[in-house]
């Protein structure tokens, strides 16, 4: 099954041994692991998807193909899910750095959600191919007080 984060992805978040105790089984198969990253990714979705398309940011990466996703975006998303394993232990128990990774990549996505942070991501286009805007332009019918 081809999924968007891949196993190797972790390995510049976090040790493997650490990972194991978090699941407690083979890691990268592990139910809990995969709830945590579809938890991420809809809490991604959920902050910028009005304004970028997250059908083609989330494409799974496929065996044998070119990796073209926002490695911004992977390393987000793996901050969240670790953050979301990490809460199941008990929230004495997260690492500083965790919950500060966290609220940082939280804060990112507000500000990406509310266009106050650019970001090169594919926008939103509707079926004839213009770009989500939040200008609209609309007209009130003109009122005549003449008695």
């Given amino acids: 099954m081809a999924r968007f984060i891949l196993e190797s992805d972790y390995d510049m978040q976090i040790k493997n041994e650490i990972l194991r105790l978090l699941t407690a089984t083979d890691f990268y198969n592990s139910p809990k692991l995969f ?6 990714l809809a809490q991604i979705r959920n902050r910028i998807g009005k304004r970028y398309d997250c059908r083609l940011i989330f494409a799974p990466i496929l065996e044998g ?3 073209t996703r926002d490695q911004y975006i992977v390393t987000a998303t793996i901050d969240i899910a670790l953050y979301h394993l990490y809460s199941q232990t008990g929230m004495k128990d ?4 965790r919950s500060t990774r966290y609220q940082d990549v939280i804060d990112w996505l507000k500000d990406v959600g509310n266009g106050t942070n650019p970001v090169d991501l594919p926008p939103v ?6 770009q989500y805007t939040e200008v609209r332009i609309n007209s009130k019918p003109q009122e005549n007080q003449r008695w």
């Fill in 35 to 40: 709830r945590a990253e579809q938890t991420a």
């Fill in 65 to 67: 193909e070119k990796d």
């Fill in 94 to 97: 997260i690492p500083e750095h």
């Fill in 125 to 130: 286009v509707d079926e004839n191919g213009n």
